[in-house]
């Protein structure tokens, strides 16, 4: 009887746990054998390392010459990003039918034939004793020290307290944009300027200031022939529409040290006292100017109209209702031109920043050609331009968009992901670089926790790459979440993610060049940011916005 109870006792035990083994194993490879088959009918495996290299070299060659805002090398290079899109049959969806997005520009050169500046009717010498930077236009007026320029309640800095400015020329310590030295981002919330805080030229217009004369800091001093070539040579350029919606500058010139010594010599405290008080503690209170003491300025910039352009493409869905709605994806295909040459090299290729992007989602948009069937939405791709300017692409998409805003249901912006850190660099400024199987994903579920619930699943299912969400935090001291064109359609409510393989030794050098990057990596990144649109875009409904975008960025 033992016997047979010990038989017995065996045999359960071999029924019970034999075949859990197997069956558990036969579960993960159907798992694995259905994430590979859905894949294979996405055409995911037409994103190879081999396509993104061929695509990149050629974005990043030399021949683009760092494709600046605008230049020849970034039209170029629109130009065959859209003769590919024409290849594989996408959509246009720029303008007039074609596919890219015309953008105005104004580049206004200071310095022109009629620009003066008078001293008590002594004539200055333009990029000697002045550089012009803003404004146009024919001013005279006493002058008033207003300190820094800024008010800010909260530190109860206000550079126009106890004195009249109205039809006076401020004389302003400190730089153009840059609150004071001791004054954090925290101490001027986007949400409360014009409120509680005020920049220099607004606050100056509010008071009546006809014209500015700032006095800049040492660094500005020390780099005066590059800047004097920047603004009177070379020129700024801005959007039209976006100066049209900011009004006309008030005309505005920096002062060099003999000009800023002559303009306060006699009075209450001279240049010196000033700008040792600029790096000490507090500028002292604002005060009018002996009333003998007048300046001229007649500043007449050389403006010339030129035009970029955003790259924008649809691949129609395929569901009668959803292919209403649309998946964005989105990359800056802009750089940062031609600098100085350091060792007979003078071109920022921006292979990486954002030419690995740009790559990415040529790389994508051809998968999707070549994909057996379609995703239920559509997608929108738009390869932003000016993101270097300021994130000047995509703010114009969003402020003048070719399909309805709350149709998109969320975007996916690809800003840097081919580049590895390799085992042992010990480079500093390679410390936060990602490894070979890692990115970092930035804003996620800052607005909407199924979208970053999504992204994970598909990740997990598929290649499990490492996602580092670090600098997912709106309080992030890096602000990497304001840096690239996800921000703008973020501040729209529309949920966004942002991959980045984090900043390296050569980001913004001359040095970021297609030699240097991980085609691996970008391949298993491109496939996963692929496998999440297909995810997205197939979903019976949108990815639901379940909370606002933190307070601190949404009106940044």
Same mark, same amino acid.
Request: proline content about 6%.
């Given at each position: 009887?033992?016997?047979?109870? $010990?038989?017995?006792?065996?045999?359960?035990?071999?029924?019970? $746990?034999?075949?859990?083994?197997?069956?558990?194993?036969?579960?993960?490879?159907?798992?694995?054998?259905?994430?590979?088959?859905?894949?294979?009918?996405?055409?995911?495996?037409?994103?190879?390392?081999?396509?993104?290299?061929?695509?990149?070299?050629?974005?990043?060659?030399?021949?683009?010459?760092?494709?600046?805002?605008?230049?020849?090398?970034?039209?170029?290079?629109?130009?065959?990003?859209?003769?590919?899109?024409?290849?594989?049959?996408?959509?246009?969806?720029?303008?007039?039918?074609?596919?890219?997005?015309?953008?105005?520009?104004?580049?206004?050169?200071?310095?022109?034939?009629?620009?003066?500046?008078?001293?008590?009717?002594?004539?200055?010498?333009?990029?000697?004793?002045?550089?012009?930077?803003?404004?146009?236009?024919?001013?005279?007026?006493?002058?008033?020290?207003?300190?820094?320029?800024?008010?800010?309640?909260?530190?109860?800095?206000?550079?126009?307290?106890?004195?009249?400015?109205?039809?006076?020329?401020?004389?302003?310590?400190?730089?153009?944009?840059?609150?004071?030295?001791?004054?954090?981002?925290?101490?001027?919330?986007?949400?409360?300027?014009?409120?509680?805080?005020?920049?220099?030229?607004?606050?100056?217009?509010?008071?009546?200031?006809?014209?500015?004369?700032?006095?800049?800091?040492?660094?500005?001093?020390?780099?005066?022939?590059?800047?004097?070539?920047?603004?009177?040579?070379?020129?700024?350029?801005?959007?039209?529409?976006?100066?049209?919606?900011?009004?006309?500058?008030?005309?505005?010139?920096?002062?060099?040290?003999?000009?800023?010594?002559?303009?306060?010599?006699?009075?209450?405290?001279?240049?010196?006292?000033?700008?040792?008080?600029?790096?000490?503690?507090?500028?002292?209170?604002?005060?009018?100017?002996?009333?003998?003491?007048?300046?001229?300025?007649?500043?007449?910039?050389?403006?010339?109209?030129?035009?970029?352009?955003?790259?924008?493409?649809?691949?129609?869905?395929?569901?009668?209702?959803?292919?209403?709605?649309?998946?964005?994806?989105?990359?800056?295909?802009?750089?940062?031109?031609?600098?100085?040459?350091?060792?007979?090299?003078?071109?920022?290729?921006?292979?990486?920043?954002?030419?690995?992007?740009?790559?990415?989602?040529?790389?994508?948009?051809?998968?999707?050609?070549?994909?057996?069937?379609?995703?239920?939405?559509?997608?929108?791709?738009?390869?932003?331009?000016?993101?270097?300017?300021?994130?000047?692409?995509?703010?114009?998409?969003?402020?003048?968009?070719?399909?309805?805003?709350?149709?998109?249901?969320?975007?996916?912006?690809?800003?840097?992901?081919?580049?590895?850190?390799?085992?042992?660099?010990?480079?500093?400024?390679?410390?936060?670089?990602?490894?070979?199987?890692?990115?970092?994903?930035?804003?996620?579920?800052?607005?909407?926790?199924?979208?970053?619930?999504?992204?994970?699943?598909?990740?997990?299912?598929?290649?499990?790459?490492?996602?580092?969400?670090?600098?997912?935090?709106?309080?992030?001291?890096?602000?990497?979440?304001?840096?690239?064109?996800?921000?703008?359609?973020?501040?729209?409510?529309?949920?966004?993610?942002?991959?980045?393989?984090?900043?390296?030794?050569?980001?913004?050098?001359?040095?970021?060049?297609?030699?240097?990057?991980?085609?691996?990596?970008?391949?298993?990144?491109?496939?996963?940011?692929?496998?999440?649109?297909?995810?997205?875009?197939?979903?019976?409904?949108?990815?639901?916005?379940?909370?606002?975008?933190?307070?601190?960025?949404?009106?940044?």
């Amino acid at each position: 009887m033992r016997r047979l109870l $010990t038989v017995l006792l065996l045999t359960s035990l071999l029924v019970v $746990t034999l075949p859990a083994t197997p069956a558990q194993r036969k579960s993960d490879r159907a798992k694995k054998v259905t994430a590979a088959s859905v894949a294979t009918q996405r055409g995911t495996d037409t994103i190879s390392a081999a396509e993104l290299r061929d695509y990149l070299t050629f974005i990043a060659s030399d021949e683009m010459e760092g494709r600046d805002t605008p230049s020849r090398g970034l039209d170029t290079t629109a130009k065959f990003i859209a003769m590919n899109l024409s290849r594989w049959a996408f959509k246009p969806a720029g303008d007039n039918g074609t596919f890219f997005q015309h953008i105005d520009l104004l580049r206004n050169r200071a310095g022109g034939a009629q620009t003066r500046v008078e001293l008590n009717g002594q004539a200055l010498v333009a990029g000697d004793d002045y550089i012009p930077v803003a404004g146009s236009g024919n001013i005279s007026g006493q002058l008033v020290f207003a300190g820094s320029g800024w008010l800010i309640k909260s530190k109860n800095i206000d550079a126009y307290k106890d004195v009249d400015a109205n039809g006076k020329i401020a004389v302003i310590f400190g730089s153009f944009q840059a609150p004071p030295r001791g004054i954090s981002r925290d101490d001027v919330p986007a949400n409360k300027e014009g409120e509680d805080w005020m920049r220099p030229t607004d606050y100056a217009r509010k008071k009546g200031v006809v014209g500015i004369i700032y006095v800049p800091d040492f660094q500005y001093f020390a780099n005066w022939a590059a800047n004097r070539q920047r603004i009177m040579e070379r020129g700024s350029t801005v959007v039209a529409k976006f100066q049209q919606q900011t009004g006309a500058p008030i005309p505005s010139i920096v002062a060099s040290p003999q000009f800023a010594n002559a303009l306060l010599r006699g009075e209450k405290q001279n240049a010196t006292a000033l700008f040792n008080a600029f790096y000490g503690a507090t500028l002292p209170p604002s005060f009018v100017l002996n009333a003998e003491k007048k300046v001229t300025m007649n500043l007449t910039p050389r403006t010339e109209t030129l035009s970029t352009q955003n790259v924008v493409a649809v691949w129609e869905g395929s569901d009668p209702v959803l292919k209403d709605e649309y998946v964005a994806v989105g990359a800056h295909y802009d750089h940062q031109g031609v600098g100085t040459p350091v060792n007979g090299d003078s071109v920022f290729n921006g292979a990486d920043d954002d030419g690995s992007g740009t790559t990415a989602l040529l790389g994508m948009a051809e998968a999707l050609a070549h994909a057996p069937s379609r995703p239920k939405r559509s997608v929108l791709f738009v390869w932003h331009c000016g993101e270097e300017k300021g994130l000047w692409g995509s703010r114009y998409f969003i402020e003048n968009p070719t399909i309805p805003l709350d149709h998109i249901v969320a975007q996916l912006n690809i800003d840097m992901i081919g580049r590895s850190k390799k085992e042992g660099d010990t480079n500093p400024r390679n410390k936060e670089l990602t490894g070979p199987n890692e990115v970092y994903l930035i804003g996620s579920t800052m607005m909407s926790t199924e979208l970053g619930e999504l992204v994970d699943s598909v990740n997990k299912s598929f290649l499990n790459i490492t996602f580092d969400r670090r600098y997912d935090d709106p309080a992030d001291p890096n602000r990497f979440f304001y840096r690239s064109d996800h921000y703008n359609y973020a501040k729209k409510g529309i949920p966004i993610i942002f991959f980045f393989d984090g900043v390296h030794e050569d980001y913004h050098q001359l040095g970021d060049s297609a030699d240097k990057i991980d085609y691996q990596k970008m391949e298993k990144i491109t496939r996963t940011v692929y496998m999440t649109l297909w995810e997205i875009a197939n979903r019976p409904v949108r990815p639901k916005v379940d909370k606002p975008l933190p307070a601190q960025l949404a009106g940044e």
